[in-house]
Nanobody
Framework: QVQLVESGGGLVQAGGSLRLSCAVS????????MGWYRQAPGKQRELAAV??????NYADSVKGRFTISRDNAKNTVYLQMDSLKPEDTAVYYC???????????????WGQGTLVTVSS
């Protein structure tokens, strides 16, 4: 079974850093877009950052502080989060379009979520 396995969340003080990782486990053909979403308490899930090929896009709220990167050899995407703020507190979810059943048959997969808490 193909799944996304996240790690790296935790508690950090404002101004600190964390790095999230998300690995695709199982047999696949390829990965298209990979990204990170987040959901703060009482709010809707929102896109934080996305990477497709060599292109990246970020939510305005994280630009200049977060960096998304990808290791294609490891089928893993990372989110380096620097200068963290209390408003970055949320459950962070990995998302990916993964070709599982054929070269161009993509499924959208979600990770289980990892909690990031930023204290003031």
């Amino acid at each position: 079974q193909v799944q996304l396995v996240e790690s790296g969340g935790g508690l950090v003080q404002a101004g600190g850093s964390l790095r999230l990782s998300c690995a695709v486990s199982g047999s696949i053909f390829s990965i298209n877009v990979m990204g990170w979403y987040r959901q703060a308490p009482g709010k809707q899930r929102e896109l934080a950052a996305v990477i497709s090929g060599g292109s990246t896009n970020y939510a305005d709220s994280v630009k200049g502080r977060f960096t998304i990167s990808r290791d294609n050899a490891k089928n893993t995407v990372y989110l380096q989060m620097d200068s963290l703020k209390p408003e970055d507190t949320a459950v962070y979810y990995c998302n990916a379009l993964v070709a599982v059943h054929g070269p161009n048959r993509y499924l959208e997969l979600w990770g289980q979520g990892t909690l990031v808490t930023v204290s003031s």
